[in-house]
């Protein structure tokens, strides 16, 4: 904020000091401002000092930024303040552990202890990673639960599930829940048929049917139920309403083994994690509560005399309950704005500010139901409010309220006039208002975004406020993109790398698909089993073209430096050695070799990994797509690239909200997990396996989790509020854009795109096209590079053959690679259904969009033949090559058949030890035709005649 002075708001706060405080601090409102003066004030009472007041915020950095304040405005220096508890909850957990609660786990019935070397798991690569060698071992020690994990996908999906049971406070004993646990797991029928009968009122008053029963339509589609399940008819009715026992029917399912499944791993896990010496956040937090909770006497020497929590709209219930039972008084004030929870995905429920005066009396009465844990009155809430916005200009604020109360989707209806109610208007502190407030579209999205820059950049109708208070034309690092998702982010850097258009990613990078990740896995696959994979990368990197680098693997004559180099790898002990070499010999460095290396030695550090398990972690982590914060900076003066997430807290004179795209923004969401809890329905099972329903093994669908879940409503709240927070970073201008197809949101919001076509004429792109972010594979020198679509007939598809057109195959073909990689996707029309179903039945390791390189002598010379296989699963005995194809006929399949044979062989000299099969799946109707390939002395022809 600007001014040093509070405004009358804020002084009422920071004078309000004792009591129960529910603080709605909209964006931009001067609220660490506020929070840091207020604690001053407690602690200039006689009596109090810092360790007296508990100030909990969300991040080590904004911890630091408060004590640092509360410096500048109280009679403690620094030197007074460093171990005063201005904290996040992880830390706050981890003092109370380590100084009170090394046998904290005990009262869970677990004999390992928390020790003063305990170590801190932040890295959710590492602990999959430890995750997978704890469930190897599981699976061992309990054969009855074979079933369950047959009919999972992913086993690491159980991790998933443990953080967020334990994220709301679900904990297991020995042998059975801790508390209530048990609750949460079997759900709240009453609330699930609230919701039932909602979405089962028929529309249009009596004369269309339930929005319950539309949606239903589709029950059983491409599922395989049980022999027990209830037939479509059954469930749907006859009427415009689903018939009302289906609600009783479906909720109703005998979950005692589910439970018990996910109490022993549940339970195994803990006792893992602290046999390995390890905890996670989440298990802090967990044991930290529970000690509280049965350490009665450590509880009420721990109570602080006022409680203060920031940001408290990202809070779990856990964190909630923890505030009550550390707060010794009703001296407790909470912080925050519901319009700015945005982070479900790390378990924070936005109720707990929402709904704050509810669940203060309802979180109290559970801790109190044996003991008295919370001793002070829980009423009266006295509310304060901060209204006045230091950032944004009064068309911004505006236009931000509509965020919130935009459909999400072209169906989707909202009642506008409850959510008006609910917003508090924030008010610029600015009577300035110059903010130019735009929308784009274009087929060119990456282009139309720089043309955009370049008309902005120096532009004084842009004019931004300086550091002296006086305007000028904005630069480039006065502008912001943000978008919804990494990949656009990524991609849009490739773009404006090739056009020089100074441009900086910050935040979260999948930095194991970076070059040095990419360097580093292929030499431990070369010292691993000298893998013709790793040396094709090294080879590459060295300047050879694919042909050179074939023949060189064939023979195994590899460049004798190298071999040198391998052999100088190999005497290392440690992964961090090996790692630490390959970036010196190939010059790597900077914050992204540093990230891969620090979680390498991490993996040396925390595992029993051998060399074979480490290339195995690395190609999990690169096909999971994780991401570490990487400061990937173009310098000082350039455009930044983040994702909304990343920029919660932070401002920037110019934003470009970018890829307000369909199914990009809001998320189209995905399946879902096997096993998942949510609310109200609790704990469910999508897939179960039977061997004996039709004699024959399988894994079924679950149908009353699949109706279950079309009884819960769509909710987009979350991607408003993300909205929402996007528009509130921009002081003074704010442009929004899209692509061929937008968004809800963009067509809804009050502004109007304009349809641009680039003009990049004022750029002088440069030659080189390779991404900071990828390794693409270089196309062969000369002529005799061929794709396999070369020889297809184009005669084949000349009438009426089916087809649906290029953009429709793309979006098929994006899906299905997104999907692979674990990414939240909507299958929202049928050929993306059968797709999904084809992924969920592989039993093996699915590979999506792999390059394909045949090279091929003929007479005198060699000619290269590539492409991209679509989908490759690998066993241990077989590979599929799977090419998707959307036509609805199967016309083309004999020209298809060509271009498969090119793959089938790549993929056989390959795997020469296993059985390759090549198929066209036709994904209209899910058919799978395997083809017979031609013989290289065909394709040889086949070239010839092609004037080869």
Known sequence: MSGVEPNPEQRDLIEAIDGLYLVDAGAGTGKTFTVTRRYANIVDQHGIDPSDVLLVTFTNNAAEEMRERIVRHSEYGMRELANAPIQTFHSLAHDILDEHGHNAPTYLGIDETITGSTRIIEDDIIEQALFREFIGQFTDNHPEYDEFFTALSEATELLDLIKELAAKGVFPEATGWYRDGESHLDGDFEAFETLFAERNEPRNDGSKQSKLRSKLYRYGTDKTYLPEAPEKWEIRGDGKQIPADVAHQVFEDDRTALKQFVHDVYHSYLEFALRRNYLNFGFLQLFAFVLLCEDHDLRERLDYEYVMVDEFQDSSAIQFKLTLLLAGTNNVCVVGDW???????????????????????????????????????????????????????????????????????????????????????????????????????????????????????????????????????????????????????????????????????????????????????????????????????????????????????????????????????????????????????????????????????????MTTFTRGELIRFIEEAIADGSTHDVDAGAGTNAVTVQTIHATKGLEYPIVILANMNANKFPSSGGGGNDIAYSDPIGLRQRKVYSDDAHGVPHVYDNWRTDVLNRCLPQNYDEERRLLYVAVTRAESHLVLTGGA???????????????????????????????????????????????????????????????????????????????????????????????????????????????????????????????????????????????????????????????????????????????????VFYTDDGDRREINPLSKTEIREMVRSHGG
């Open 339 to 605: 319009k700015q929870s945005i982070y479900s995905f790390q378990y924070a429920d936005v109720d707990n500010i929402r709904e704050f005066d509810d669940r203060l009396q309802r979180f109290a009465q559970e801790l109190n139901r044996d003991a008295d844990r919370v001793t002070f009155p829980t009423t009266p809430v006295d509310g304060k409010q901060l209204t006045r916005n230091y950032r944004s200009t009064q068309s911004i604020l505006d236009f931000s309220t509509h965020a919130l109360t935009t459909p999400a989707t072209k169906s989707e209806s909202l009642d506008v006039e409850t959510i008006s109610e609910q917003i508090t208007p924030l008010n610029a502190n600015t009577d300035r208002d110059h903010s130019h407030i735009e929308a784009l579209t274009s087929e060119d999205e990456h282009e139309a975004i720089l043309a955009k820059i370049d008309t902005i950049v120096d532009n004084d109708a842009y004019a931004v406020e300086g550091d002296d208070g006086q305007y000028r034309a904005p630069e480039y690092g006065d502008i912001a993109v943000l978008t919804r998702t990494r990949d656009f982010g990524r991609d849009l850097l490739d773009t404006a790398s090739k056009y020089g258009l100074p441009m900086a990613y910050e935040g979260g990078i999948e930095v194991f698909r970076t070059d040095p990740a990419k360097l580093l896995l292929a030499w431990l696959r070369i010292l691993e089993r000298d893998a013709d994979r790793g040396w094709a990368l090294v080879l590459e990197e060295a300047g050879y073209t694919i042909d050179e680098a074939n023949a060189i693997i064939d023979r195994e004559a590899y460049p004798e430096p190298m071999v040198t180099f391998r052999e100088d790898l190999r005497e290392l002990e440690t992964f961090g050695g090996v790692a630490r070499r390959v970036f010196d010999r190939y010059g790597r460095s900077g914050p992204t070799a540093d990230v891969v290396l620090d979680t390498v030695q991490s993996v040396h550090g």
């Open 741 to 919: 197809d937008p968004n809800s949101f963009l067509e809804g919001l009050p502004v109007t795109a304009e349809d641009v076509e680039p003009d990049l004429s004022a750029f002088d792109p440069e030659d080189d096209d390779h991404s900071p972010y990828r390794i693409d594979v270089p196309v062969p020198d000369g002529p005799a590079h061929y794709s396999p679509h070369t020889f297809i007939d184009d005669d084949v598809f000349e009438g009426n053959t089916g087809g649906r057109g290029m953009d429709y195959g793309s979006e098929v073909h994006e899906f299905a690679e997104r999907y692979v990689l674990g990414e939240t996707v909507e299958a929202d029309n049928t050929d993306k259904e059968h797709v999904k179903a084809l992924i969920d039945s592989l039993d093996g390791e699915t590979i999506p969009e792999i390059d394909a390189f045949l090279p091929l002598p003929i007479d005198d010379e060699t000619v290269t033949i590539g492409g991209i296989i679509d989908l490759l699963h690998v066993t241990t005995e077989s590979v599929e090559i799977i090419d998707y194809k959307t036509d609805l006929t199967t016309d083309a399949e004999d020209e298809y058949e060509k271009q498969l044979s090119i793959y089938y062989h790549v993929v056989a000299d390959q795997y020469p030890d296993r059985t390759v099969t090549a198929e």
